[in-house]
């Protein structure tokens, strides 16, 4: 997971993995993981979920693990628009590091605050259609999805989403044909993902 500070990359891998929600967890230094497991078409798969310090100083470090990922989800605060317009620096500094396609989750959090009593409108909300057009100019190996680690809005969907989006990466990769189509490459049970 990679986005600005605060964005909320820490509470929704709590949420992915406990189901709770912390109202201030500590800020990341550096890189942690945690690991899960996500049940997806009645298999099992292990994911090692990476999160990233938002923090400028740490972003060298961030990105020497760009190269070992799986899949990357890039998130952003609905709330805070330069945290939305910092998703093209998070995603220069990937096509920068990674030289082939990598499937990519844009993750618009905090969406439960565009429902609230916003009387002072001291709050304005980057629009879904926005993050579901800034997937579509990244390309096709991006989905966005809006979440909140708060209430557990569609957090369980964006781990699978996810993984999906792995297995298919990876079975395209198990699927390279050469020979008039005769597939040189066995399939396998590849169970360990990482994003």
């Not at 078409?41 to 100083?57: M, P, S, V």
């Not at 057009?133 to 557990?152: V, Y």
């Not at 792995?166 to 020979?179: F, L």
Request: charged fraction near 25%.
């Amino acid at each position: 997971m990679i986005g600005d500070s605060t964005v909320g990359k820490t509470s929704l891998i709590n949420r992915i993995r406990t189901g709770t929600f912390k109202s201030d967890p500590f800020p990341t230094i550096g890189i942690d993981f945690q690991t899960v497991q996500v049940k997806v078409d009645n298999e099992f798969y292990d994911l090692q979920l990476w999160d990233t310090a938002g923090q400028e100083r740490y972003h060298s470090i961030t990105r020497n693990y760009y190269r070992r990922v799986d899949a990357i989800c890039m998130v952003f605060d609905i709330t805070k628009e330069q945290t939305f317009l910092n998703v093209r620096n998070w995603l220069t500094s990937i096509e920068d590091t990674v030289f082939e396609p990598i499937p990519l989750l844009l993750i618009g959090n905090k969406c439960d605050l565009r429902y609230i009593n916003n009387k002072d409108d001291k709050l304005s909300f980057i629009t879904r259609q926005s993050g579901i057009r800034l997937a579509d100019e990244i390309g096709p190996n991006c989905i966005f999805i809006e979440t909140s680690c708060k209430t557990g809005f569609d957090v369980d969907n964006t781990i699978i989403i996810a993984t999906k989006m792995i297995i298919a990466k990876q079975n395209q990769k198990n699927n390279c044909k050469v020979n008039g189509g005769i597939n040189v490459t066995p399939k396998s049970n590849y169970t360990k993902k990482c994003c």
